[in-house]
């Protein structure tokens, strides 16, 4: 007996995985807008690597590190290697590869013209309408300062 076992996404995993690659390509064609368009306006954001500093609402903390990575990071792009969407807490994974080339001073890092390529957790939270509620952000930041400043 052959017996076939098929698996098939909800429509609110898909929906919400969709929401996910929106996010990162707007970022990929930096297009702020259109990332936090994606964001409830009273979302949180944790920059987790960073501190108790980079975390608060997505509207301001988010924006003013995304902004800042977008003018010092010129050609900054991102590949999301996965995604896993978390029933029970109603939120998806991602794991996210994000370079570029550092050509404008960030975060107190004169640039140097040197390229950064660094894997990155994204972990999304989302309201009832489907927004992006909660955003937690981690890699491994002493590597990420070491590409930039060698």
């Known amino acids: 007996m052959n017996t076939t076992i098929k698996t098939q996404e909800s429509l609110d995993a898909l929906s919400k995985k969709g929401t996910c ?10 297009d702020l807008e259109r990332m936090l368009s ?3 306006t009273n979302g949180q954001i944790s920059f987790v690597p960073l501190g108790e500093a980079y975390q608060g609402k997505i509207y301001e903390v988010g924006k003013a590190v995304w902004t800042a990575l ?12 996965y995604q896993s969407f978390d029933e029970v807490a109603n939120s998806v994974t991602c794991q996210v590869v994000i370079f570029g080339t550092h050509k404008k001073e960030f975060a107190g890092l004169l640039a140097k013209g040197n390229d950064f390529d660094s894997e990155h957790i994204f972990i ?3 309201n009832e309408e489907g927004k992006i509620r909660d955003l937690n952000i981690s890699w491994n930041h002493e590597e990420f300062v070491k590409q930039l400043t060698r």
């Open 38 to 40: 994606l964001c409830d």
């Open 21 to 30: 690659i929106e996010f990162f390509s707007a970022y990929q064609d930096m």
């Open 124 to 126: 999304f939270r989302f």
């Open 70 to 81: 977008m003018d010092s990071f010129p050609n900054l792009d991102n590949t999301v290697m």
